[in-house]
């Protein structure tokens, strides 16, 4: 199973960048995937998570409103749509597969991890 994050980059307060993951080696539609992020110093933590089916969606309380998951099962890619972004934002986000039949908040239910890829946001 690979996972290949991308879209992260620098970006002012209040701007917007899209975050794609591509998976390969498995049936992506069977499994729920999340999005996580780790900022220098602190604990990786829970951003979004969407249900395989992609009508089951969930955001940490911070981003809610400013973020949207998505998926694209007959691309095998999973999104983050992340607007209005501010400095408390830039972190370095990971893609995550879990291999149940439903997401979660906690990172160590997930099974395989992209690379993940830095945002950085300027005040």
């Known amino acids: 199973v690979q996972l290949q994050a991308s879209g992260g980059g620098l970006v002012q307060a209040g701007g917007s960048l899209r975050l794609s993951c591509a998976a390969s080696?498995?049936?992506?539609?069977?499994?729920?995937m999340g999005w996580f992020r780790q900022a220098p110093g602190k604990e990786r933590e829970f951003v979004s998570y969407?249900?395989?089916?992609?009508?089951?969606?969930f955001y940490v309380d911070s981003v809610k409103g400013r973020f949207s998951i998505s998926r694209d099962n007959a691309k095998n890619t999973l999104y983050l749509q992340m607007d209005n972004l501010k400095p408390e934002d830039t972190a370095v986000y990971y893609c995550?597969?879990?291999?149940?039949?439903?997401?979660?908040?906690?990172?160590?239910?997930?099974?395989?991890w992209g690379q993940g890829t830095q945002v950085t946001v300027s005040s």
């Open positions: 995550a597969i879990r291999n149940d039949t439903v997401g979660s908040r906690t990172p160590k239910k997930y099974n395989y």
């Open positions: 080696g498995l049936t992506f539609k069977n499994y729920p």
């Open positions: 969407i249900g395989r089916f992609g009508v089951s969606k």
